[in-house]
């Protein structure tokens, strides 16, 4: 299974995602489980026009 990978062995493709997860945590905190976040999050521009 290729989908979770050690950061370590991230390319540098999937280094934007890495960040927009991050900032996610910056912008709500840490609530301790989905349960707990009242709004709907937002993914940033790049993530929304990503073709799978």
Same mark, same amino acid.
């Given at each position: 299974? #290729?989908?979770?990978? *050690?950061? &370590? %062995?991230?390319? #540098?493709?999937?280094? *934007?995602? &890495? %960040?927009?997860?991050?900032?996610?945590?910056?912008?709500?905190?840490?609530?301790?489980?989905?349960?707990?976040?009242?709004?709907?999050?937002?993914?940033?521009?790049?993530?929304?026009?990503?073709?799978?």
């Amino acid at each position: 299974m #290729d989908a979770i990978k *050690p950061v &370590q %062995q991230l390319t #540098d493709d999937w280094r *934007p995602f &890495q %960040q927009a997860a991050r900032q996610v945590f910056v912008e709500i905190g840490t609530p301790g489980g989905s349960f707990n976040v009242d709004d709907t999050l937002t993914d940033p521009e790049f993530v929304e026009e990503f073709e799978k």
